[in-house]
């Protein structure tokens, strides 16, 4: 290769990098303000119960802030791939806008080279974020549960509610008119106190105070200007009715906890556990339920039971057509060969009944940990599915602003209710879990590489050819 060429190929390969350096920072922007705006609206619910654990119910702001931030990392999991699409339309929509995608094309550039930078993106982004999903979120989850099972417990002014008995406190009933929860301060409280073996004392007072003692163990009530009923046991068995008024009365309760004790469950949800510790909890449940059904079929068999009502035991160890035929009849209500028998041997009528409700429950719960595998891989994925969506529509929209977000919004909103109805699906074992999961996925993804493909000019056997204005010449032999 001659020196002139090596120096057109450098210059190539530099401008080639300016533009995607430059496409790149033109994601940045919508990206960050995307994720924020998403973010916010999805948050925006929850905002008002933090405000109300510290403006009414005495919580502290540090834990309240805690809360919070451990209560956003599931947000992200939603926000980024969203993000992606909003700062993918938009970025395209500018280019599109300033004629730049028309200068490219007439410079001879490629489209395609043009996308790379952006899918390359979004590739290292899913899989941050198949990291974040899988290792950080469940442990996030975790801690927020934790801390939110420590808050309920931390005081009874948490759970403090105007006009409802309050059973927190051991030995106590209490019921308050109006509380401020900030300073503890009751208005109109009456408190039973339990008597085991006699009749609870009752104690009415027209205003009091909740506090606690140092070591945060014990509660104590400042009671002012009420009266106390009382029926004690005497000598003799017999009891006398006695009421008492008082200015100021204490009722200091042991073990009521006014402070915030830390603690740390061994059990864990499904969104609290990683993918490997979900796939070992079903696959151990996987394994229980076979030797159930293999149980129970030798002990059906062993009753005389016809071969086709014990392959209805468990439908889905069928062969692939009786499996389509049983689930035809599941869903046109027809019933099934396990009916037949029940009809024929009312004695089973009990016994099969409990194992329909056995078996749904165990292949439910394995269903439900299949799909939530499933999503921890598949939502990071969006964020390359949006990106092949979002450039060549974003080519379309020369306008930012209410198109953007229109589209942003119809789209996520495809992508939300095709994933939590093949969810539901799948937890009826309707639909396969990897299969509802990555539906939403497969469905854009197909759409995005076909819009991509047009857009880069790159036709497939479906696309029909554009139409090319006739030569001079020949419109004039045509005239």
Not at 136 to 143: D, R
Not at 258 to 273: A, F
Not at 401 to 411: R, T, W, Y
Request: contains cysteine; glycine residues 8%.
């Amino acid at each position: 290769m001659s020196v002139a060429g090596r120096a057109t190929g450098r210059v190539g390969c530099t401008a080639v990098r300016i533009l995607r350096s430059y496409i790149l920072r033109l994601h940045l922007v919508p990206f960050v303000l995307g994720f924020g705006v998403v973010t916010f609206i999805l948050v925006m619910d929850m905002l008002f119960d933090y405000m109300d654990l510290v403006l009414n119910r005495g919580v502290a702001v540090g834990v309240v802030a805690q809360l919070f931030a451990l209560s956003l990392g599931y947000i992200m999991a939603l926000s980024v791939p969203c993000a992606v699409l909003v700062a993918v339309l938009m970025a395209f929509g500018r280019l599109s806008q300033d004629n730049e995608i028309t200068a490219l094309r007439s410079s001879g550039v490629n489209l395609a080279s043009v996308l790379v930078g952006p899918l390359a993106a979004a590739s290292l982004l899913a899989g941050g974020l198949t990291v974040f999903n899988d290792r950080v979120l469940p442990e996030s989850n975790h801690a927020f549960a934790n801390l939110l099972i420590d808050i309920g417990r931390m005081r009874p002014t948490v759970k403090l509610e105007e006009g409802v008995f309050i059973t927190d406190f051991p030995g106590y009933d209490i019921l308050v008119h109006s509380v401020n929860g900030r300073t503890n301060e009751m208005k109109g409280i009456t408190i039973y106190q339990l008597n085991p073996g006699s009749p609870p004392t009752t104690i009415l007072a027209n205003r009091g105070f909740l506090s606690y003692t140092r070591d945060g163990h014990t509660a104590v009530l400042e009671l002012f200007d009420g009266e106390i009923h009382d029926i004690p046991a005497e000598e003799g068995g017999t009891r006398k009715y006695r009421r008492l008024l008082f200015k100021t009365h204490t009722i200091n309760i042991a073990g009521a906890g006014g402070i915030l004790e830390r603690s740390v469950r061994t059990q864990r949800s499904d969104r609290e556990m990683t993918s490997a510790a979900m796939s070992a909890l079903r696959d151990s449940l996987q394994a229980l339920y076979t030797l159930q059904l293999e149980q129970k079929r030798l002990h059906l068999r062993a009753l005389g039971l016809p071969p086709a009502a014990l392959q209805a035991l468990g439908p889905e160890t069928a062969p692939p057509l009786a499996r389509l035929r049983m689930l035809a009849a599941e869903l046109l209500h027809r019933g099934d060969a396990l009916e037949a028998v029940e009809r024929q041997r009312p004695e089973l009528d009990t016994e099969l009944e409990l194992w329909r409700v056995e078996r749904a429950a165990m292949r439910r719960r394995i269903a439900e940990l299949s799909v939530e595998i499933q999503k921890k891989f598949s939502l990071p994925i969006a964020c390359v599915v949006f990106v092949l969506v979002g450039a060549p529509l974003g080519m379309r929209v020369r306008r930012a602003g209410p198109a953007v977000a229109f589209l942003s919004i119809l789209f996520f909103i495809f992508y939300w209710m095709c994933l939590v109805g093949g969810e539901e699906l799948a937890r009826r074992s309707l639909f396969p879990p990897w299969l509802a999961m990555w539906l939403p996925n497969l469905v854009l993804g197909a759409v995005g590489i076909d819009w991509t493909l047009r857009a880069c000019e790159t036709p497939l056997p479906w696309h029909r050819p554009r139409a090319r204005a006739a030569a001079p010449g020949s419109a004039r032999a045509a005239a």
